[in-house]
């Protein structure tokens, strides 16, 4: 078996002894709000452990078609938050329709094209849906909305389907190198806060992310980083210690701005602030930073990317 694949295997047995563990103390206790926050917790993480396997274990493109799909969703969930106007319908349409074009450009190999596809050539196109017809009441705020969201859950998203396509030989390695460090950087920094945490970075957008479970989440990803990447990628000791460090600071930096922006949305709508908690946008929020700065990291360093 490969690595990849042991790895899995691991992971699937660390995640059923945790369910297993949660599913007898929820039964003992039930109604407490901490066991309610973890069962959310614990399917987002099976959700991530299911992409996992579509993006590691198959070829390229049904990694590509996978991680196509959770931008979809993404967005989708994104654009739920937003309080949109007739008017804003279109633009929308258009956004969803730039998803496929998006990974296409990672199917045929064409770097340049899908790397300024979203930031250039969809910031320039966007505003022509929204101002046809529709007048100029609220274009800003409806435009930088959706170009937001596109930013974040489609081009972001979009960088880990492209290090199987830039590196055959280790791409698999790499997403689950990257997926696995993002994850646990957020699992220690959710129960480090939950159990410690004293100092809120953000508390009124987020009162789970504290300064003490960023301080132990940090050195936590760094020492996993450490101890995994001889089998996962061909990143030596200083390198794998540098971007264990990346991951998580990056990281920290996704789910802070995706907890500001779900707040800044969602003000005086507690009934979809109460259903989103539901959701799975939780799933990507802190990969929507992690995938870029680390596939562009790694191009920049070394030349089998």
Known sequence: MNSSLITLIVIFTVLTAIHVIYYVQSKRRPGQADYEAIGLRLRDWWGIFLVLCLATQFNAVVSLLSLMVLAFFALKEYFSMIRSRKADRRIFLWAYLSIPVQFYWIFIGWYGMFIVFIPVYVFLFLPLPRLINKGTVGFVRSVSRVQWG???????????????????????????????????????????????????????????LTWEGFACAFVVTTAVSFLIHPYLTPLTLKTSLFFGMLISLSGFFGSLTISVLKRDLLIGDDDKSHALRKSYLSLVDSLTYTSPVFLHVMRYFFEFM
């Open 150 to 208: 596109l930013m974040l859950m489609v081009f972001g998203l979009s960088h880990l389907a492209y290090f199987r396509y830039a590196t055959p030989e280790y791409g698999a390695g790499l997403v689950l190198f990257l997926v696995v460090l993002t994850q646990l950087n957020d699992i220690i920094h959710y129960l480090a806060s939950m159990y410690f945490g004293k100092r809120k970075v953000v508390p009124t957008a987020n009162p789970n």
